[in-house]
């Protein structure tokens, strides 16, 4: 069956713009999570939905970073006033019941 | 918090051997411990997952082994093959959650 998909698949974004980046789960995974992955190093957590429900935002860098899954289906990642430091590849993935994770492709953002 | 420690970070093997990737955790509370392989340019693809109720689990050249008391477990692989060369990720949610945290990844490289 069809997999995580993740669009775009790469972003080139000035410094200060906004970027929303979209992730759509396998069908009928109740989880959903947000990763930052830099160059060189494991993926790192951002936020974690249970259904429609954001249960976990703990690892979001900062208040400029804003996510959503208002259908508990297909998920935003947004980033107002992207900085340079933003540059990475952000993934996700879900899955059925929690444990197991299933990613998607990833999308690279570029700040300039 | 969960701290998950992966070594080697690189691991050069010819064609034909076996490749073993380590990994300690810090939560005694942890029981699941899941293995992923990321291609360049691709998400974490899971390749083998083993929960704290065994000691290990094998498919086909992927074996993972847990030792609960020590707080460690590996991947081995064997009979390498070229399209075995990947980085490498270990991971391991703190127990009760399903927030995983990842180690710094292994870039395995066979050699033809």
């Known amino acids: 069956g069809a997999g995580v998909s993740q669009s775009p698949r790469y972003k080139v974004a000035k410094r200060g713009q906004d970027v929303a980046l979209r992730c759509d789960p396998i069908?009928?995974?109740?989880?959903l999570f947000w990763y930052q992955q830099a160059l060189g190093q494991g993926p790192e957590f951002l936020t974690y939905f249970q259904n429609e429900a954001q249960l976990d935002k703990s690892g979001l860098p900062s208040d400029r970073f804003f996510a959503e899954r208002p259908e508990g289906s297909v998920s935003t990642l947004k980033i107002q006033r992207t900085q340079q430091e933003d540059s990475a590849v952000y993934l996700c993935?879900?899955?059925?019941?929690?444990?197991?994770?299933?990613f998607g492709p990833g999308t690279r953002l570029t700040v300039l | 918090g969960e701290n998950v420690e992966q070594h080697p970070s690189t691991l050069s093997v010819q064609e034909g051997d076996s490749a073993v990737i380590k990994c300690t955790y810090s939560?005694?509370?942890?029981?699941?411990f899941p293995w992923y392989k990321q291609e360049l340019g691709k998400g974490p693809q899971l390749i083998i997952d083993?929960?704290?109720?065994?000691g290990e689990k094998k498919d086909q050249r992927i074996a993972v082994t847990l030792n609960k008391t020590a707080k460690h477990f590996s991947l081995h692989i064997t009979e390498t093959q070229p399209e075995d060369s990947a980085v490498y990720f270990c991971a391991a949610p703190s127990g009760g959650s399903y927030i995983p945290t990842f180690g710094r990844g292994t870039s395995l490289i066979v050699h033809p």
């Open positions: 939560d005694s509370a942890s029981n699941y």
């Open positions: 083993i929960r704290s109720n065994v």
């Open positions: 069908s009928g995974h109740v989880s």
């Open positions: 993935a879900s899955s059925q019941e929690g444990d197991t994770q299933y």
